[in-house]
């Protein structure tokens, strides 16, 4: 089902702006770039829908870590939160990305929570304790073995994020330009990375990592 309140002259795009920013590198350069724009936001805003009422919420998260090449992201949690129910009712997700100059990534998903103890002292961090406190009953003390400390691991299937080319003056200069003339600026990076795009990533990251473990047998 799709959504059109006009229709345009067929040889011009509806979207101008996607038209021209459109970007389709080879896939390391869109997969290294998206790695890269995440790790330099940090904090994502996490979309979840709730399940008693089918609203979908978002709240802000640290990014605790990266798996599969970097493309899918690892997150804190306290179990007891509602986010482990939203996500126990519908593991859909959405991961959203934005610095101060408006370069963005938006990643859909589907999320697992972890509550194995391995891992969760694998990506534990002591700063999780302000977040949790210390209830004082010697087991729930925002340490690693404290049972609400949980993780929530994104496979990514889907990414779209745009990413600025040149400088913020020369696209600005090129954003006044388009409102005088009607032409679209070429502002951004556009990109998308489609569901076998990243199912490609998975298993290079996992071949390499079998290549490396079988020379460290050697």
Known sequence: MSFSNTEVPGDKPADPYKAVNKSEPELKEKVQDLVSFIESCKFGMMTTRIGSSGLLTSRCMALAAKENGGVDLLFHTNTESGKTDDLKSDPKINIAFLNPTGEWASISGEADIVTDREVVRKYYSPTLKAWLGDLEDGKHDGGPEDPRI???????????????????????????????????????????????????????SSSSSLLGLNKSRD
Not at 157 to 173: E, K, N, V
Not at 177 to 204: D, H, M, Y
């Open 150 to 204: 949980g993780v929530i691991k994104v496979k990514s299937i889907t990414a779209t994020y745009a990413i600025a080319t040149g400088s913020m003056l020369g696209r600005g200069a090129d954003i006044i330009k388009g409102t005088l003339t009607g032409a679209a600026p070429n502002v951004n990076k556009l990109r998308e990375i489609s569901e076998q795009e990243l199912q490609q990533c998975e298993f290079i």
